[in-house]
């Protein structure tokens, strides 16, 4: 058995955690949304997933992509599951009707993919950017490339790609070196090798259309000379465009996925917005696509939870300690250092949906919210929590699943047990769409000082509406926010007179965050659980909620502290 | 590049700060180990390192071993490197004169297997266990065994596994099924299989010598039944034994070291020991075992940041926060996120050298000190330190690899960087030798809940020796320490009715003794820097200081109130 949506823990956090249809049925674009709809939805995508995704996860790893002089053939059966994929409509679930979409909220497309991660993460990435293209297109594409392109693309009847990278540009974009020369026609020839780029070449779709980053020839060098092109793969004649895919990297992981080295050779492509301005257009897709890559984390930790889960309860080593021992060896489950692994990874995946299905429903409240300040206090959400959850939620990934493979021991180290293809896989999610510490950068640096912390006071004094301070982890929830907001302030003042400080505590700075967030939202997961008949397994919940305050939460104390010694 | 011994830095470890040729000298068998000898002996090593074993790392992974029809072969060069290996004399170096060893002290091997295990993990895998396997049987053998394996063993002209694993026994070696029954001359028929054997079958010699769990037909159930057996590949005759290879396992790294299901077929064997105390034979062999791993980490955590430290000092991308900026991108090694991260892993890797190497002069205090009294503190630092580093230095080779691989961005998740290969070797190195969850257990519940703590207090009470409190870190050690003592009482205390309670902390308190062994070594490592002129680049010394202080000790002050917490 390789993963099996989590249905229950995703309605129960969808509904009586996030009372989500009463909140998106308040938007006049989602009227209809009701209760009702989203269950199906969240059902219908399930049952796919389970159906047409998961029993590839394996064949994925083991045979992986191949590549032979230019075509890429992605592993059997990939094809017929993305060709099932796109005709059922799940690729324009979130999209606009009149673009061939269904219109529904993007909370749904995050369950979908939260669950296509954890299912299968190397056939994910194939459609994992569609959605960004679709906005990038949409938004500041010309009549003429939304009338070519738009709907192929809302459908997922022909993939996408981003094309930034280049062997010397990574983090830094700015020097990218790529190309584009205007031609009569008002096409561009663009030239330039791209690495890195997903899905550059394969066989799931007939045509592919890169977005691409290049300079015109009168470009200012950096960032600001960018310029964003769409070239597809086939020209609308039918022919080949010069766009080559020279080879696939051999990876940690990820194998389902091809990463391809893609030479444009005077290709031909079209500007999507204005010279220039490519990196402002690519930035629409941004907040997306990160809140996508946490969606992966969160995919990946349950994945693995449920396979070390599965594990802990059939194998039997060792005596538990208990006031009464067995006679006879318990069951791994039993034993408090793998009870302990095991709660800390649920606490985190259902932190994780808390949040990431949260900031999804922001995202629509900043897109079709009536009210200007409710759209504001969306985009202030966006902005801050978006970058934690990529963060702090892949890290978690790739460390948690690596202590779920540990509930196996030798057994986990070895291919058959699967969970391995887990931590490799997972790996990459702390490097792409912006490095972890590029995350933690953004958030500190650009976001929380860039308005002098306003927007972080204005978002921890809404963490802590309504605290009971009884409730320890309420009292913890305010302590926590309090010295983050005071040591916000602090790093405010600093600053200005050590640029640098910031910078050297920007990690501590995420994961205090994230803790504070990540305990929001078990206030939350509490106030539901206990007004609702959920599984009786304590190991379900009430572990989980133990563990957020005997092992989690301790960690931002610490954090908080390393930040306060350095602004000394 | 794959590795570079780094010499300077271990003859700085061994002579500078822990004075190990003056310490050594002091014993009668070690009267002639001169500092001139270990250099030259560790500067040898380095070479043969470099020059045989490195080279072979990166087809160790890609290559593999091939098992067709029962038999296994290694990658290529495996064999010849190997060769070299046994006859340059390098596996007898700590065994005695009249084994066919050079009567060396443990400490040199501990070097030479921290650098063969950073060159190359999966190489070493072969002879990593031959000095327990000697060990052993020197111990427990019978006159009649010795004579015909032990000098074999001791030059590693033949090699040696260590059976105990079974499909249904792990952690839990009580639950071995494997049956011995006594023959009329003396010796046994083994039947059973065994998995998880390194180097159960390979082609690096000709014959294999099995140490072999096993029960004989009156032994009482669990671990009190089991008695070891020594059982060849090749039988004195030169037939074959009834021992067969089934399959080698696909692993998640350490593709160069054949991970084998054993199958015993009716073999021949021979008791080493006494009946149904084989676990006290093999205990033997487990302290040394465990500091083996413990240098695996310290060896494999070297390479990553070998390798990220020189990616750091070539890759440009965008500019470091300065006072005055740069006009163009920086080094990546400029970066604070980038500097703190490789000057983590450098604290961690000299602080694991200050304790492993002085843990090995110990071993050697214990069996060859005149006094009786510094024989018991030398064993109780083994027993005390031992399952600490084995814990502490192979997670942070794990952890710390990853990180190493973050430096990289996207280069380091393909193959061609080759840091990701030290993330899937090192990571199987939390887990055997028993988990890492296993050796907090050993520590907390056997080691010190064991004595009521008195060791670990006579521990601590030795690490503060002589603490100037003006100095920051030696300010820390002592609250560490002393908070650790107050805790261990506590626990002590606590225990006696709730004895689930020390399992559920047992990791917080493993890493709170690596912390304060941490500060410790640090604390040497900044006394003996002050006195000599060594490498002048801040980032070998001072950078990696000041990330004790900063970074990596906070931890400590965070796991003592995670147990105090459970202690209310």
């Not at 790893?61 to 059997?76: E, Q, R």
């Not at 769409?433 to 640096?445: F, P, R, S």
């Amino acid at each position: 058995m390789n993963y099996t949506p989590p249905l229950e823990d995703i309605h129960f956090i969808l509904h009586e955690v996030l009372k989500a249809p009463a909140q998106l049925q308040a938007l006049p674009s989602f009227a209809d949304t009701d209760a009702t709809l989203m269950h199906q939805v969240v059902n219908e995508a399930g049952k796919f997933v389970a159906q047409a995704v998961a029993p590839l996860q394996s064949v994925g790893d083991t045979m992986g992509c191949k590549f032979v002089n230019g075509a890429v053939t992605t592993p059997p059966g990939f094809r017929d599951a993305y060709q099932a994929f796109w005709q059922g409509g799940w690729p324009a679930l979130a999209c606009a009707p009149q673009d061939g979409g269904q219109g529904l909220p993007a909370v749904l497309e995050a369950v979908l993919f939260e669950m296509l991660s954890g299912a299968n993460h190397g056939w994910t990435m194939a459609p994992g950017l569609l959605h960004g293209a679709y906005e990038c297109i949409r938004h500041h594409g010309s009549e003429a490339l939304k009338s070519r392109y738009l709907e192929k693309v809302a459908t997922g009847e022909w993939l996408a790609t981003m094309c930034l990278t280049e062997p010397h540009a990574g983090s830094d974009l700015g020097l990218v070196r790529t190309r584009a020369l205007p031609q009569a026609d008002g096409s561009y020839r663009i030239s330039g090798t791209k690495i890195f780029i997903s899905g550059g070449e394969h066989d799931l779709t007939d045509n592919i259309i890169h977005l691409v980053l290049a300079r015109l020839p009168d470009a200012p060098p950096g960032p600001k000379g960018l310029s964003l092109f769409l070239a597809p793969k086939l020209m609308p004649d039918a022919s080949r465009n010069t766009i080559h895919c020279e080879r696939i990297e051999e990876k940690m992981g990820l194998h389902g996925s091809p990463t391809c080295v893609m030479r444009f050779d005077e290709a031909t492509g079209w500007m999507i917005g204005e010279p220039h301005h490519g990196l402002n257009a690519m930035f629409v897709m941004m907040n997306a696509a990160r809140l996508h890559v946490g969606l992966q984390g969160i995919g990946l930790l349950e994945a693995a939870w449920q396979k070390a889960d599965a594990y802990a309860k059939e194998r039997r080593q060792m005596r538990a300690p208990k006031q009464v021992m067995s006679a006879t060896p318990d069951l791994i489950g039993e034993h408090p250092a793998m009870r302990r692994i095991l709660a800390t990874q649920r606490a985190w995946i259902e932190s994780g949906r808390v949040l990431a299905y949260r900031t999804a429903i922001e995202l629509d409240m900043a897109k079709h919210h009536p009210d200007g300040a409710r759209q504001h206090a969306a985009q202030q959400w966006c902005s801050l929590v978006t970058p934690v959850l990529k963060a702090a939620w892949t890290a978690q990934a790739f460390h948690g699943s690596s202590d779920c493979l540990q509930v196996f021991g030798g057994h986990g180290y070895v291919r058959e047990g699967g969970i391995e293809q887990i931590v490799r896989d997972s790996r990459v999610s702390m490097i792409y769409e912006g490095t972890n510490e590029i995350q933690a950068i953004d958030l500190l640096v650009r976001k929380v000082l860039g308005d002098g912390g306003a927007g972080m006071s204005a978002l921890l004094h809404d963490l802590c509406d309504g605290l009971d301070l009884q409730v320890a982890i309420q009292a913890s929830l305010h302590a926590q926010a309090d010295s983050l907001n005071q040591i916000t302030r602090d790093l405010v003042h600093a600053a200005k007179t050590n640029p640098e400080l910031p910078f050297w505590v920007a990690d501590d700075y995420l994961r205090a965050v994230a803790l504070t967030l990540l305990a929001w939202s078990w206030v939350q997961i509490n106030a539901a659980t206990s007004s609702r008949a959920l599984s009786a397994d304590p190991a379900r919940w009430v572990e989980p909620a133990r563990a957020v305050e005997y092992w989690i939460l301790p960690e931002c104390h610490m954090r908080l502290h390393i930040i306060k010694a350095r602004l000394m």
